[in-house]
């Protein structure tokens, strides 16, 4: 089945600085989606981006999805920030599959 | 507008009970998934649900695990019995039926089997 690889798998980070998350996958997928698990462990949609670029504020996100990746750029990161950020895939077989995560902790 | 409702929050129960979940989906919503995430990885898909019809369960382990949705909005997933290698965190999400499958997720469950 689909392989979905994150990088890096842990990142700290000094307030304020920016940072770019990277989110692989081994097959071609329909669909993409970025969420950020707070401390508390509620799941927050970030984006869906099935392709192209997205921006939200200080958040971005790029897929290239010929290239079966994704990218989730912070820029001045803040504390809270800290979390663990997953991407999520659908294949075109129907199958929601997470990655493994990353997890930023943002420093003061 | 209201998110999707799970409960409850917190459960602890002792090996070999039973337990049981529920989750109200966000109005409108026709997909409901049930997720288990373990400490430290990311969430793995139970069931999938396209109104009232289940169209992936292939990762439930049926042997213990049921989940209904009846009249295609609330849903429930149970355990019966429980095992120690259960205890994780439940996760109820919804979304819209469709090409687009944006998901929104609910708080959880956390269930710990002593």
């Known amino acids: 089945g689909i392989q979905v690889e994150q990088s890096p798998p842990d990142l700290i980070l000094q307030e304020g600085a920016n940072s770019t998350l990277r989110c692989n996958f081994s097959?071609?997928?329909?669909?993409l989606q970025w969420f950020h698990q707070n401390p508390w462990g509620q799941l927050i949609n970030l984006f869906y981006?099935?392709?192209g670029t997205k921006q939200n504020g200080r958040l971005s996100a790029t897929t290239v999805a010929t290239e079966r990746y994704s990218l989730l750029y912070i820029s001045s990161s803040q504390t809270t920030d800290s979390g663990v950020y997953f991407c999520?895939?659908?294949?075109?077989?129907?199958?929601?599959?997470f990655g493994p995560g990353t997890s930023l902790s943002v420093i003061p | 507008e209201a998110g999707v409702v799970q409960s409850p929050r917190y459960k602890i129960i002792e090996k070999k009970q039973p337990v049981a979940f529920w989750c109200n989906p966000i109005?409108?919503?026709?997909?409901l998934y049930w997720y288990l995430q373990n400490l430290g990885q990311g969430p793995e898909l139970l069931i999938r649900?396209?109104?009232?019809?289940?169209?992936?369960d292939s990762q439930l382990p049926k042997d213990r695990f049921s989940a209904e949705r009846l009249k295609g909005v609330d849903s429930t997933l149970k355990i019966q019995p429980a095992e120690l290698g259960d205890s994780a965190v439940y996760l109820c999400?919804?979304?819209?039926?469709?090409?687009?499958?944006?998901?929104?997720f609910g708080p959880g469950t956390r269930l710990t089997v002593t």
């Open positions: 999400a919804s979304s819209l039926v469709g090409n687009s499958y944006e998901q929104y």
């Open positions: 097959d071609s997928v329909n669909n």
């Open positions: 981006i099935p392709s």
């Open positions: 999520a895939v659908k294949t075109s077989y129907d199958k929601v599959i």
């Open positions: 109005s409108g919503h026709n997909t």
């Open positions: 649900y396209e109104n009232e019809e289940a169209v992936d």
